[in-house]
């Protein structure tokens, strides 16, 4: 369990050099997520989605600011402390899926529990769960070029899900899938939700998945422009 | 460890040929080693407490016998013995009626004292009394022996190049009365020893002169001192002496091959030179191809350092799995089956295991080299740029 709130973004930016250029994805940005949320993040292309979801998961460090997650402010940590930060409390989904090919789907679930302090029947078991969960446990020893796209994302998500993250990232998960892939990978991600209680913060272009969650941010040119209570606004 | 394992199959082709080439190349390293082994065995095999008593002008000029109790005589000295070069070929009767002729070599000397200096040989106890109550015997290395298809009770026939008897004949023919073994792989196991007593009568010239004196001391540390006493001994004489170590002088003739042992050397580092190159070029590609991979890595929470670890640990599976091919068919083909390409020309043809161990360092070394480059790029990879790129 972490310390509410989960996310705290206080006056974040993000400054990149490119060609001489200052760029700046993220200016200011102050935001709080609650535990259990469902944050669906939009925005145009180039609006900052994926660098604020970068931060969250702390593959990047912000420019100015304060991000804390999970009572932990990241910018304090070294990238070698980011890497174990992240081991206990994030999980991403990609949109291109981004498993491994050398291995099975059962190998790709069970990956992150390498860097755990697990035995190997207690990472066993949780790589088989959280492909059950996902409705994948006929398909362990599949490679992912033996899988569909759809089946790819759920492993991703089994993937996600094995070493039990409080925060779970998912970038455009549903842009490479179909509309019918689309909607089984939105409703798992929604039981995710709201049966194991998981904090997810989904990045999408598409109103109708952004729809699912129980907030909308909308960015634009790095700049907060809407906080939308969907769940209220439904109620 | 499974990762890295599926990674190197990933391209199983790639990787076997990587593999081949590193194996190929370490296969010529061990040979060359083989070969500067072979040139050195003499080198190898000395003994610090022999030393060796040679004519102050050459080695072709003989000294006189009666030289044996003057170095004796001089204080340190533990025991003498002679050597001189028989110069033989041995005769075997072909089906066609000629006659194979082989090289090896041949010394005669005073047996029992030769072998009181060199207890590295080791003759049955039987044999050597045969051998010492028969003055037409001979003792045969048993690699010799083998290769003549001769056992104890047959017959040598040799034709010397340097000595006739005095019937004018240049062929000499022995009883085998005994084989000789050896413990050390350095030692040669293909010479022949003839009684000096029988030698010496029956030559049609150079009697009462020896090759050579071996001699051995008590104290290896007072060498140079014996040396030059034995050398002032015989100064302004007619046969004046030049004393050394035996691995001094064994290496005279290791220095008569010139610089071909820098020539095998700079063959050997041009091997692996080319194996380094070959093996960072596939294990650039390799990680190249893998940047999104090692962005998805880290993004799961694997550390810049087990990036690193993974990339030089496929270099090192490579490089190591290449060493096992390489070492292990040159350590087949010499040590377990005991080929030998020029068995006249190379008495002692084996691998050496720090040549072994030598070549396993240089392949854990070009895996190190040609790993690093990659897998320190790949540890300063950012995850955000790798999983951007396609």
Partial sequence: ???????????????????????????????????GDFVALMGPSGSG???????????????????IVCGQDLAALSSHERARWRCDHVAYVFQAYNLLPVLTAYQNVELPLTLMPLSRRQRREHALKALEIVGLAD????????????????????????????????????GDLDAHSAQEIMSLLIALNRDYRKTIILVTHDPKVAHAAHRELHLEKGVLSRDVDVKNQRM | MRLLLLNLLRKPLRTLLTVFGVGVALFLFCFLE?????????????????????????????????????????????GVTTASWFGGLSQEPLANGEKREEFFAQFATDIERYLALYPEIEVPADQLRDLLSDQMGCLLGGKIAERLNKKVGDRLVLRSTIWTQK????????????????????????????????????????????GLYILSIADPERSAEISAAIDARFANSPYETRTMTEKAFNLQFVGMIGNFQFLLRSIGSAVVLTMLLVSANTMMMSARERTREMGI?????????HVFLLLIGEALAIS??????????????????????????????????RSMLAAVGLAALTGLLSGVVPATAGMRLSATEALRSV
């Fill in chain 1, 49 to 67: 989605k994926t660098t604020l979801l970068n931060l969250l998961g702390g593959l990047d460090t912000p420019t100015s600011g304060e991000v």
């Fill in chain 1, 139 to 174: 398909r362990v020893h599949h490679r992912p070029d033996e899988l569909s796209g759809g089946q790819e994302q759920r492993v991703a998500i089994a993937r996600a899900l094995a070493s039990d993250p409080d925060l779970l990232l998912a970038d455009e998960p549903t």
């Fill in chain 2, 320 to 353: 190591l799995l290449g060493a096992l091919a390489g070492v292990g068919l040159a350590w087949l083909l010499a040590n377990a089956l005991h080929y030998n390409p020029k068995p006249d020309f190379f008495p002692i043809f084996y691998l050496p295991g």
């Fill in chain 2, 297 to 305: 890595l880290k993004a799961i929470g694997f550390t810049d350092g």
């Fill in chain 1, 1 to 35: 369990m972490c310390p509410q709130p989960i996310i705290q973004f206080r006056r974040v930016s993000k400054v990149y050099h490119k060609g001489g250029a200052d760029i700046h994805p993220l200016d200011e940005i102050t935001l709080t997520i609650q535990e």
């Fill in chain 2, 34 to 78: 083989i070969v500067l082994a072979a040139f050195n065995a003499g080198v190898d095999m000395s003994d610090a407490s022999r030393l060796v008593v040679q004519h102050k002008e050459s080695i072709i000029f003989e000294l006189p016998m009666a030289y044996r109790s003057l170095i004796e005589q001089t204080e340190g000295v533990a």
């Fill in chain 2, 167 to 210: 019937n004018s004949s240049t062929i000499w023919e022995f009883n085998v009365r005994a084989l000789y073994t050896t413990g050390s792989p350095t030692f040669d196991e293909t010479m022949m020893l003839i009684h000096e007593k029988r030698f010496d009568e029956a030559r049609q010239f150079g009697r009462g002169s020896v």
